[in-house]
């Protein structure tokens, strides 16, 4: 049982992580910093969990650290700055959980998506969003450092350093039409569609030989920093080489012939 998340099974293969703090639009608290952890590390674990939806209850997304009633956890600035570093890398933890799952991460946007909120969601593997959706890094609004929980990673290898610095040093908030022009985002959707999309993605997923898709997700991101071209050729042969062998790739290739 979980008192900020709901895990569901809709589909064979798909799993949703729905965070579910729907009156705080998602925002994290201390709670849901450990479901979440454990959360991504158990159904990473699960074989039968071949595609992953992300997405928040009611109309926000997540609207990122709760500043009001994160718990006990929360650290005042004369805190030692052992303990604040402490706090902080719990926090980016959480984007790094999401990026270690082996399954592809699929983040559905339905509102509000700020802060820890927007880390969670680049570090999916894919991005859709709803019309309603608004995406913002914010901490730089509240004097902090706009690079935060890998956004300073991510954000730049997907939309550009320009934008990026745009989005990161300005902390305005961004419309879902504005991040589907930048790349931020996949596709968007009308908001009572985005689920039924996001699940139809999942499973199309979810139907394919799953060391096959596990070995492309490593490669696309392992790649993204390859020295160059021929270092991220050699991987993918080596991937090749591997996923060929396989009962489920001769069972496919047969339909073929």
């Not at 592809?104 to 909120?117: E, F, L, Q, S, Y």
């Amino acid at each position: 049982m979980t008192q900020t998340l709901v895990v569901e099974r809709p589909v064979p293969g798909v799993a949703v992580l729905r965070l579910d703090r729907p009156r705080q639009l998602n925002a994290i608290d201390e709670v849901m910093v450990g479901e979440l952890g454990r959360a991504c590390t158990e159904l990473g674990a699960d074989a039968d969990v071949r595609a992953v939806v992300l997405t928040g209850a009611g109309r926000g997304f997540c609207s990122g650290i709760d500043m009001r009633a994160f718990g006990p956890g929360m650290l005042e600035a004369s805190a030692p700055a052992i303990d604040r570093l402490r706090f902080q890398e719990a926090m980016a933890a959480l984007p790094q959980a999401l990026r270690a799952m082996p399954q592809p991460v699929i983040a559905a946007v339905n509102g509000p998506c700020v802060g820890a909120g927007l880390a969670l969601c680049l570090a999916a593997d894919i991005r859709i969003c709803s019309a309603a959706a608004s995406f913002g890094n914010a901490a730089i609004l509240l004097g902090l450092s706009g690079a935060e929980m890998g956004m300073s990673y991510h954000l730049p290898r997907i939309v550009g350093t320009s934008v990026a610095a745009d989005w990161m040093l300005t902390g305005r908030m961004v419309s879902a039409a504005e991040a589907d022009r930048r790349g931020l985002v996949s596709e968007v959707v009308e908001p009572e569609a985005l689920e039924q999309r996001a699940l139809e993605l999942a499973t199309g997923i979810a139907g394919l030989a799953p060391l096959g898709v596990q070995l492309t997700k490593r490669a696309l991101q392992v790649n993204t920093d390859a020295p160059g071209f021929s270092q991220a050729v050699e991987l993918e042969n080596r991937n090749q080489v591997l996923t060929h062998a396989t009962d489920d790739a001769a069972a496919r290739r047969a339909t073929w012939s």
